[in-house]
């Protein structure tokens, strides 16, 4: 177990690059990734999908829709079919502030790819999606990073690897196969009362802290959670004012498609 509520990096405050820098490139792609390590990001955040023969990739909905020039699920698609859609492309259209031509035609990536190109030089924040359509997600994902070495108690010590689910089942089942891995519960609550102490010590048992909506989050409920011995992470924080405001509360980190101005925020403090 991790001792208070310090986070994984023992950094008082970390930047969470969501989707990579989805405010400046299209999310989850490499070049994403890429774009906010060199922003300065303390974190990578990568959403997971699983694909129609098993194989585990970054991608947020569970439709390509939106992020590709294809339709339907991802679980309809064999990785071979989701390697030949444009993950890019639409980005170019739906941001022309930040459109870039060599944005055309880049890959939907897997987790393996993402593993084997960053390895242990930066560190993840990864989502466990839909695991009630996609069992076997938390197994699979423990694997993988064993596999590149994420797991070593020198890595798994400086906090290389966060785990974040909406599901308290998925996380317990990461939780039963590796008890080091820093877990962080993800809620969807939309009051602030519904953040009790009850809820609080439940998710204790397995995790080093919460995920909450910002536009919730008061000096009640950092308090409440830090008195927990929880860390409190806030999504999703895209404009300056409101970053402010949430270092200000003494919140332990923020998600932002925009982590140079987060940075810039927190250096300033
Ligand atoms: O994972 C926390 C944050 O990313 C908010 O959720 O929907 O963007 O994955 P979502
Ligand atoms: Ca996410």
Redesign the pocket.
């Known amino acids: 177990r991790n001792e208070g509520y310090k986070n994984p990096n023992q950094k008082d405050f970390i930047v969470i690059g969501?989707?990579g820098a989805s405010g400046y490139s299209p999310e989850h792609t490499i070049k994403s990734y890429e774009l906010v390590n060199e922003q300065g990001a303390d974190y990578i955040?990568i959403?997971l999908q699983m694909t129609k023969d098993r194989v585990l990739v970054a991608m947020?909905d569970r439709n390509v829709d939106r992020t590709t020039n294809g339709s339907g699920p991802v679980r309809s698609y064999s990785l071979n079919q989701l390697k030949d859609l444009d993950a890019g492309s639409w980005f170019n259209i739906y941001s022309p502030l930040y459109a870039d031509r060599s944005f055309n035609g880049l890959e939907v990536p897997t987790l393996e790819e993402i593993l084997a190109y960053f390895g242990t030089n930066v560190n993840y924040y990864i989502?466990i999606?839909n695991p009630d359509i996609n069992p076997g997600m938390a197994s699979m994902l423990l694997q993988l990073l064993e596999e590149h070495g994420l797991l070593q108690s020198d890595n798994q010590k400086s906090g290389k690897v966060i785990i974040?689910s909406f599901s308290e089942k998925a996380l317990r089942q990461v939780h039963e196969l590796n008890k080091e891995i820093p877990l962080i519960q993800?809620i969807q609550y939309e009051k602030a009362s519904e953040i009790t102490s009850l809820r609080l010590r439940g998710w204790r048992d397995y995790a080093i802290g919460v995920?909450v909506n910002y536009k919730i989050v008061n000096e009640k409920v950092v308090k409440k959670t830090h008195n927990a011995n929880l860390l409190v992470h806030v999504?999703?924080v895209n404009d300056i004012v409101h970053m402010k405001g949430l270092v200000d509360l003494g919140v332990d980190g923020a998600?932002t498609n925009f982590s140079d101005l987060l940075k810039d925020v927190v250096e300033n403090e």
């Open positions: 969501h989707r955040e959403d947020h989502e999606k974040q993800l995920g999504y999703t998600f």
